[in-house]
């Protein structure tokens, strides 16, 4: 059973910067594409970025596009979220996931293992 550990997450203020990690316990994990979600109050779990199994491949939501940055380190079996210019609206429990696909994907349904989650709160 693979598991995801996210870490990094806190209390920000508006235009601050913070890393999420997520650990993969399965080596397996490199293999295929990873990716962060993101859950507000009251909203649906939403897509935010995809990496491509190599790191070679990403895409980003529309509302994060230009200030989050998705890498991931396959020799330490962990994928990291770069969050810059953080806004309020930015504030949600940040899953990671991992597909059952090498390329990426923005589907929900495409995404097998999940983590547990680490909030964010980014305050005006």
């Known amino acids: 059973q693979v598991q995801l550990v996210e870490s990094g997450g806190g209390l920000v203020q508006a235009g601050d910067s913070l890393r999420l990690s997520c650990v993969s316990s399965?080596?397996?994990?490199?293999?295929?594409?990873m990716g962060w979600f993101r859950q507000a109050p009251g909203k649906e779990r939403e897509f935010v970025t995809t990496i491509s199994r190599r790191g070679g491949g990403t895409e980003y939501a529309e509302s994060v596009k230009g200030r989050f940055t998705v890498s991931r380190d396959n020799a330490k079996n962990t994928m990291y979220l770069q969050m810059n210019s953080l806004k309020p609206e930015d504030t949600a429990v940040y899953y990671c996931?991992?597909?059952?696909?090498?390329?990426?994907?923005?589907?929900?349904?495409?995404?097998?293992?999940w983590g547990q989650g680490t909030q964010v709160t980014v305050s005006s």
């Open positions: 399965e080596r397996t994990s490199s293999n295929y594409a």
């Open positions: 996931a991992r597909s059952r696909t090498v390329y990426t994907t923005t589907l929900r349904s495409d995404y097998d293992y």
